[in-house]
């Protein structure tokens, strides 16, 4: 069995879904789960999946609905496939780096005139350095910054699949009724494990839910911290 089949049927499951739900939406206007008074406006998918010119000669009657809902679907169906593909060939890229062992994270917080400090993050691992950053307010910026950075790393990424396709082996499911995606891993994976069929490390959910995540993994996590810098150690749990 490949490393992630069953990531790999989740992208394939989602695929088929989204294609039978966008070609409603082209056909009928609305998502079958859109309750009734959004369902107002027939051509709604239909101009959402057209290209400017095709709308135009809808409009102008060049070109009937039956003709404008087959390019539509056409131009709809193409993209699935284009964004599916690209999630299928960043689960090989993933599935082929080498295994995580170490991550170092250190944080350097820069004062700045408009938003006071911002983190500067830099992660070492097994396979090489990455850089992360945020600024503005009202969020966490820290965890935004090392997600920032984790997310560029394939190895670290690699954990974070390999903890989701061990709990989908074991019979759990990423499906939600309530996000937006359809998808929240938080079921598999822990909170800040986003929400589509590959996780990722969330942004402004404080750095801890990383630990928690990792710590699921199969690492350990230690820390210290000064008045303007932190600094995380993590590695991989002695059995």
Request: glycine share 8%; charged share 30%; with cysteine.
């Amino acid at each position: 069995m490949k490393e992630f089949a069953m990531i790999e049927k989740r992208i394939t499951e989602e695929a088929e879904k989204n294609t039978i739900d966008t070609v409603f939406y082209i056909e009928n206007g609305y998502f079958p789960t859109w309750a009734e008074e959004h369902r107002t406006d027939p051509d709604r998918g239909l101009k959402a999946n057209s290209t400017e010119t095709r709308w135009k000669q809808y409009q102008a009657g060049t070109i009937s609905r039956e003709k404008a809902v087959e390019l539509a679907t056409k131009r709809a169906t193409k993209e699935i496939e284009k964004k599916t593909a690209a999630k299928l060939a960043e689960l090989d890229r993933v599935a082929n780096v080498p295994d995580l062992t170490f991550i170092s994270v250190s944080v350097d917080w820069v004062r700045s005139r408009t938003w006071g400090y911002n983190p500067n993050v830099e992660v070492r691992t097994n396979t090489g350095t990455y850089y992360g950053t945020a600024s503005g307010c009202g969020y966490d910026k820290e965890s935004a910054a090392i997600a920032d950075a984790f997310n560029k790393c394939d190895s670290i990424l690699k954990a974070l699949y390999q903890l989701k396709e061990n709990g989908l082996r074991a019979g759990k499911t990423d499906a939600s009724k309530t996000a937006f995606t359809g998808v929240d891993n938080r079921n598999i994976c822990g909170y800040g494990s986003g929400y589509s069929v590959l996780p990722y490390f969330e942004g402004g959910v404080g750095a801890s839910c990383f630990w928690s995540i990792l710590k699921d993994c199969g690492y350990k996590t230690s820390g210290h911290h000064s008045k303007h810098s932190d600094f995380y150690s993590i590695e991989k749990e002695v059995a």
